[in-house]
């Protein structure tokens, strides 16, 4: 059971990688290559479903998704636009949190300030 969960860990997280790159370098691909993982991967379908779809066999479906992903990968390695956009968004995070921080403890030394009214 551990393993199953590991596992359906590990393919989701490689579904989010390949959709994320999907996102960034779509336009890069040929219609074809577009349908191809559009179908298999948004549809959620197998290959055998996919290839009923899409009209051709399951071994060319298997065939182009694969090159599909080979292409996402090899243009995510030359242009980095997806690594380096996570970096930055998680640098954006920590200086959210930070000006936050920085806000609240402003707040406190204000509070701080206030003269106390006495009657």
Do not use: W
């Not at 479906?61 to 992903?69: C, D, P, Q």
């Not at 970096?87 to 030394?109: A, F, M, P, Q, V």
């Amino acid at each position: 059971m551990i393993d199953s969960a590991n596992n359906d860990s590990e393919i989701l997280k490689r579904r989010l990688h390949f959709n994320l790159l999907y996102d960034f370098y779509s336009p890069l691909l040929t219609a074809r290559q577009r349908k191809v993982y559009e179908t298999l991967c948004f549809s959620d379908l197998t290959l055998s479903e996919a290839a009923e779809v899409l009209g051709i066999s399951r071994q060319a479906v298997y065939i182009l998704a694969r090159n599909v992903m080979n292409k996402l990968e090899g243009i995510e390695k030359d242009l980095c636009f997806a690594v380096n956009t996570r970096h930055l968004e998680e640098k954006i995070k920590k200086l959210e949190s930070e000006n936050e921080s920085l806000r609240e403890k402003l707040r406190e030394k204000e509070e701080d300030k206030q003269p106390c009214l006495t009657h």
